[in-house]
């Protein structure tokens, strides 16, 4: 029974961990902009939808026996044009994410470090660069403590929590938090990991409860951080979080928080580029040294082309990769039915209706986001 506690509390820290990442930091800025109403029908509504997508992708994982990730997944359950369809969204979506890294990162250093040698926002991303594409070549891992430093803040900013600062409902921004929050809520990744964690049917059954259990944890801490911040911040949120607080939580606590955050951006960094890298080398047969160029190199040259607005890239990555993805795993839950060679520790039944229902809300988001 302790060997089941241990492996099932693993593979909750695992999902969570996973799930909880660099999209809490644009939380309280699409919170403010666009309401505190609309901010929480989007965690409600993409929250659910998500559930049901980390719930369908697990019983495709209990129904089958060989041990895939998802490009493997697609292959198997619907060919080799879902496959390729899936490694694009992957590369993108990782891309994206690196570069939406690398711009926190920027922005992290500078308020660390504000008059050194006149350095700007600019400057301080090639220096993460640098610095992180030196450990991804070297295939070094940092180890963060996860994305708890954020608790800190709690007990600081509570009493400069002002409800008043925060507004209801603001229209022209109404649709602006669909992909941060998306993007934020996503750890399908992790599923098949958590399939290897809990090992036998006996540990399997905790599958599903793992899944729900990460889910409403991780949105409850992003909805808590969001109206946080943003009701201490108020007309000063910021799209990184942190430079809004200091205004109100002076220099000295923000230095900490920004500083426990940038470990923690440097370590999913880290994790996504060795990802890419790897996924490049053992699935696509590419040599380590144009992996190594890919991985580093894609997020910096989309930077000095000129994507460089934090919440733009992950609200594109959330919507467009998170549609094509949701789709895929979607329409392969529907084909594992029928298709599985393993009997699951549960099963969905899930009408119809509701499936086309899902697909069509991640499809039409992707399209009004290419289109904005």
Not at 99 to 118: C, T, V
Not at 313 to 342: N, P, S, W, Y
Request: hydrophobic share 55%; glycine share 10%; charged share 15%.
């Amino acid at each position: 029974m302790e060997i089941k506690s241990k492996n099932f509390l693993l593979a909750l820290s695992v999902l969570i961990g996973t799930t909880i990442g660099a999209g809490i930091f644009g939380i309280p800025y699409v919170i403010f902009k666009s309401g505190l109403i609309p901010g929480l029908f989007y965690f409600v509504v993409l929250g659910g939808a998500v559930l049901l997508i980390h719930l369908f992708f697990g019983e495709i994982v209990l129904r089958t026996k060989e041990k895939y990730r998802l490009p493997g997944f697609a292959l198997k359950y619907l060919g080799r044009p879902a496959e390729t369809l899936i490694t694009i969204s992957v590369i993108v979506g990782v891309a994206g994410s690196l570069l939406a890294y690398l711009i926190l990162a920027g922005d992290f250093l500078k308020i660390l470090f504000p008059s050194l040698l006149g350095l700007s926002s600019f400057h301080f991303v090639l220096i993460s660069w640098l610095v992180l594409s030196y450990f991804v070549l070297q295939g070094i891992k940092i180890i963060a403590p996860a994305e708890l430093f954020t608790n800190s803040l709690f007990f600081f900013s509570l009493p400069k929590f002002n409800f008043s600062n925060l507004p209801v409902l603001n229209l022209p921004d109404i649709f602006l938090p669909f992909g941060i929050i998306l993007f934020s809520l996503v750890g399908w990744s992790a599923i098949p990991e958590i399939g290897e964690i809990l090992k036998n049917p006996d540990e399997k059954k905790f599958f599903k409860k793992v899944i729900i259990l990460s889910a409403t944890i991780s949105a409850v801490f992003y909805i808590l951080f969001g109206i946080l911040v943003a009701g201490v911040s108020g007309g000063n949120t910021s799209a990184d979080a942190f430079s809004g607080l200091i205004p109100f939580l002076g220099g000295k606590i923000v230095f900490f928080g920004v500083l426990a955050g940038l470990i923690t951006i440097a370590d999913s960094f880290l994790v996504l580029a060795l990802y890419l890298k790897n996924t490049l080398i053992c699935d696509l047969k590419f040599s380590k040294i144009p992996a190594f160029l890919i991985a580093c190199g894609s997020p910096l040259i989309l930077f000095l082309l000129g994507f460089r607005s934090f919440i733009d890239i992950i609200g594109f990555v959330g919507t467009v990769v998170g549609a094509v993805e949701g789709v895929i795993i979607i329409l392969m839950f529907k084909k594992a039915k029928k298709m599985g060679d393993r009997q699951p520790e549960y099963s969905l039944k899930i009408p119809s209706m509701l499936l086309y229902f899902l697909m069509t809300v991640f499809i039409l988001g992707a399209v009004f986001q290419c289109f904005k």
